[in-house]
């Protein structure tokens, strides 16, 4: 017989604070799906039933509230977009790059363990980290070892004028601006964010 998300709660004798810290959702969307405000992303679902060790289909939810397909791929349900503000804080902070390097790295992650509690879109905020990470640790190869390679095959260690690395690194922040805002753009139009970048975080 079914169960709703709260009646298995109680049963495994857990806070709401407790099942957010076991299954790393949030406290406002457990409270949202036990009061049938929300009906959870497959995402959110399905971490809720591994922490309280349920199968998916022994849980009652509540169909009342409809979810897009594409609001689904982001992994977030219709009612909980006004996260996006979060989310957009996080993608932004990566452009403090243009200040200083791995400030891209740095800034995003602190502002994830910032809204880490109340962020109801963990898994893309962490697509947004890892995107940043892959691109961090890519420049830094790109920078090192393409101008070596050239310099031993061509003889070449500048271009007009500045070394081969600095070409190479501004061709690289300006891939890293043009992904983050797209990221943006993504985030507003509610379509899938990163979809290319594996979970390495």
Known sequence: ???????????????QHELSDKSNVSV????????????????????????????IESLEINKAE???NEVQKMGITADEIHDIKELKYINFSSLLVLIFPFFNLIFPSLLYRI??????????????????????????????FIP?????????HEYSGHPLFIWLYFLCIVI??????????????????????????
């Open 1 to 15: 017989m079914k169960k709703t998300l709260k009646e298995y709660r109680e049963i495994k004798q857990l806070t």
């Open 28 to 55: 406002r969307t457990i409270q949202r799906i036990e009061k049938n405000m929300s009906v959870g992303s497959p995402f959110v679902i399905k971490s809720l039933c591994k922490a309280l060790q349920i199968d």
């Open 66 to 68: 409809l979810e897009s």
């Open 115 to 144: 809204y880490r509690k109340v962020l109801i879109n963990k898994p893309i905020a962490l697509r947004i980290i890892n995107f940043q990470t892959i691109w961090t640790f890519g420049t830094l190869i790109i920078i090192i």
């Open 148 to 156: 070596a390679m050239v310099q031993a095959f061509f003889g070449l």
């Open 176 to 201: 890293n601006v043009f992904i983050t805002f797209d990221t943006a753009i993504r985030l507003n139009k509610s379509k899938s964010i990163l979809p290319y970048i594996p979970n390495i975080l």
